[in-house]
């Protein structure tokens, strides 16, 4: 699958911004798909996760509240809406794809095989 990520960009803060993920392949809707950041000079962290048919979700505690993760499947898109938006939310945000069944393992980057290309989010105070 290809994952191509978008709407980053500048905004103030206490805004909002959505980013989609429209993949490629006839099995996106198959797969648990997550959202990761990674701000400069960081660890790339964990944002959110949903579950293959948007049942079941999971956030990080720093975007609980703020952030909703979201899927269409028929048009094979991915979303996350940002609302709240914090100067340290700051990051470049790439969204993933895991073949593995929904699981306690879904923050961790090592379980996601599929990767898009990241998209800029900077949030100014």
């Known amino acids: 699958v290809q994952l191509q990520a978008s709407g980053g960009g500048l905004v103030q803060a206490g805004g909002s911004l959505r980013l989609s993920c429209a993949a490629s392949g006839r099995t996106f809707s198959s797969y648990v798909m997550g959202w990761f950041r990674q701000a400069p000079g960081k660890e790339r962290e964990f944002v959110s996760a949903i579950s293959w048919s948007g049942a079941r979700t999971s956030y990080a505690d720093s975007v609980k509240g703020r952030f909703t993760i979201a899927r269409d499947n028929a048009k094979n898109t991915l979303y996350l809406q940002m609302n709240s938006l914090k100067p340290e939310d700051t990051a470049v945000y790439y969204c993933?794809?895991?073949?593995?069944?929904?699981?306690?393992?879904?923050?961790?980057?090592?379980?996601?095989?599929?990767w898009g290309q990241g998209t800029q989010v900077t949030v100014s105070s």
């Open positions: 993933a794809r895991t073949v593995r069944s929904w699981s306690d393992s879904n923050y961790s980057p090592a379980v996601y095989d599929s």
